[in-house]
C-alpha cells in the first residue's frame, strides 16, 4: 500500500503560481512512476504530468509544457508539481498518482491516489 496525501492547492489569479506538493508513505516510495492527474467540473480526470523513479524522464501533456515542472525527492519521499503561467483552464482538483510503471499510470493494476487538492484560476 502507498499512501498519498496531497497539498499547495488554492486561489490565484491567472498568471500567478502555485507549487503542489505529495507526500508518499507506505511501499517504497523510489520504485513507482509518479504522476499528476487533475480534474476539471464536468470533465474527465486527465494526465498532467509523470516523473521517473529517478527524475530521468519527465513527461507532460502539452497543455503544460514550459508552464508546469514535475519534481521528486525520493529522501523525502515527495513529489512536487511546480506551476507557472497559470491559466483559468488549468483550473481543477490535481490529484497524486504513484503507479508500477509509465505504461500503467494513471489506469493499470497498482496505482495509488490521494485526495486531491483543488486549484482555481481566476481570470
Known amino acids: 500500500q502507498v499512501q498519498l496525501v496531497e497539498s499547495g492547492g488554492g486561489l490565484v489569479q491567472a498568471g500567478g503560481s502555485l507549487r503542489l506538493s505529495c507526500a508518499a508513505s507506505?511501499?517504497?516510495?523510489?520504485?513507482?512512476?509518479m504522476g499528476w492527474f487533475r480534474q476539471a467540473p464536468g470533465k474527465e480526470r486527465e494526465f498532467v504530468a509523470a516523473i521517473s523513479w529517478s527524475g530521468g524522464r519527465r513527461d507532460y501533456r502539452n497543455a503544460v509544457k514550459g508552464r508546469f515542472t514535475i519534481s521528486r525527492d525520493n529522501a523525502k519521499n515527495t513529489v512536487s508539481l511546480q506551476m507557472n503561467e497559470l491559466k483559468p483552464e488549468d483550473t481543477a482538483v490535481y490529484y497524486c498518482?504513484?503507479?508500477?510503471?509509465?505504461?500503467?499510470?494513471?489506469?493499470?493494476?497498482?496505482?495509488?491516489w490521494g485526495q486531491g487538492t483543488r486549484v482555481t484560476v481566476s481570470s
Open positions: 507506505g511501499r517504497t516510495f523510489s520504485s513507482y512512476v
Open positions: 498518482n504513484a503507479a508500477p510503471a509509465f505504461s500503467g499510470i494513471g489506469g493499470g493494476t497498482g496505482n495509488y
